[in-house]
């Protein structure tokens, strides 16, 4: 007996880390109070980085466009760029935007979802199979593949960053004494001061004569100077908040794939050409492949979908040239009487074979 009690009580204990149920039960509380969204993105970045997927991904070229039009399209680019997920219930007149959702998985991958979809008249919920919703997702964890995260979330450093400075800066320019100034006058009564203030009023840019300060009042001192105006507007150039501005912004642009040179006001054509191709192939491309995948998974149906064309994001002089180059190479090729597999072992060295 007594060594049955000791065994019970020298037994350790063992606690999963992690990924186990209190981690997850933590996450999720942190994420209800916090927000799954990035407080910065009701800033102007924000929003035009937001603008840029969602009009980015309306442009694209789709092979089936009975379901993704570009309306579900731009709603999907939106949605990834603020929530970092976008679930849309298939219906036989199309599909269906859901507002909110949650789901059961299993293996990590969703089996059952839980949806609510937004009315005029109110909302309604609906419980669905995983194969009769679209769920698109990007920033996705490995601690949980099922749930998408936003860029802000991800950077949410850079986004508290800019919201305090332009909440900052939005609340100083509100309540400081902008362009005000004090002018000293001798010792007077109210009212004089009074009718002296309304006397500058609406006098801009107008000539404006008044009597001189140097007089002497009560037997004191004669004023040494006449009419000099003091500044109360606040100096926060030390602050440096033009920098500091410029640098989050640019931190948020750059999450969004957006190259922050392109929002430069010296920026010319080239610039402007590049950038628009480092968001289309690093960031638009990338998502669209994967909503083709979840297409394809859950309709059986091959999809295909392309940013780089619509958007023009090449550089259209030099791929003109590269095609004239191209086509005199294999016109040589021929004359030269060299073999179709040698023509296609030349363009396999330079990725032209399968194309």
């Not at 989050?248 to 969004?256: E, K, M, N, Q, Y």
Request: net charge negative; proline share 5%.
């Amino acid at each position: 007996m007594f060594e049955f009690v000791k065994n019970i009580f020298s037994r350790r204990e063992v606690r999963s880390t992690g990924s186990g149920f209190t981690a997850e039960l933590m996450a999720a509380r942190e994420s209800w109070i916090a927000g799954n969204r990035g407080i910065a993105e009701l800033t102007g970045t924000a929003q035009a980085c937001i603008g840029m997927w969602e009009n980015g991904l309306a442009l694209a070229d789709v092979s089936s466009a009975d379901l993704l039009t570009p309306r579900v399209l731009a709603m999907s680019g939106r949605s990834l760029a603020i929530r970092g997920e976008a679930v849309f219930l298939i219906r036989e007149d199309g599909l269906v935007p859901c507002a909110d959702w949650d789901l059961s998985t299993r293996n990590g991958k969703p089996v059952a979802y839980r949806v609510s979809i937004s009315e005029a008249g109110g909302g309604t919920t609906e419980v669905a199979l995983a194969g009769e919703v679209l769920h698109f997702r990007t920033g996705v964890d490995i601690a949980a593949p099922w749930a998408g995260q936003a860029p802000l979330k991800r950077a949410s450093l850079s986004a508290g960053m800019l919201n305090a400075l332009e909440t900052s800066l939005s609340e100083a320019y509100e309540n400081m004494p902008l362009g005000s100034q004090i002018i000293s006058f001798p010792e007077s009564a109210n009212d004089d001061l009074e009718n002296l203030g309304r006397g500058f009023r609406a006098r801009r840019g107008r000539v404006l004569l008044r009597e001189s300060v140097y007089v002497s009042a009560a037997g004191g001192p004669t004023p040494t100077q006449d009419w000099k105006p003091h500044s109360v507007t606040p100096d926060i150039s030390g602050a440096m908040p033009k920098e500091m501005l410029d640098a989050s912004r640019a931190s948020v642009l750059s999450v969004f794939g957006v190259l922050p040179a392109m929002l430069d006001k010296t920026a010319q054509g080239p610039l402007i050409r590049e950038g628009q191709r480092h968001l289309a192939q690093w960031m638009l491309q990338p998502i669209a492949k994967m909503i083709a995948e979840e297409m394809q998974d859950k309709l059986g149906e091959s999809f295909s979908i392309d940013v780089m064309r619509p958007l023009q994001a090449f550089d259209t002089g030099g791929r003109a040239r590269a095609a004239t180059a191209i086509v005199q190479a294999m016109a040589a090729a021929k004359e030269g009487g060299l073999s179709d597999d040698q023509i296609k072992f030349a363009l396999d060295l330079v990725d032209w074979g399968d194309k």
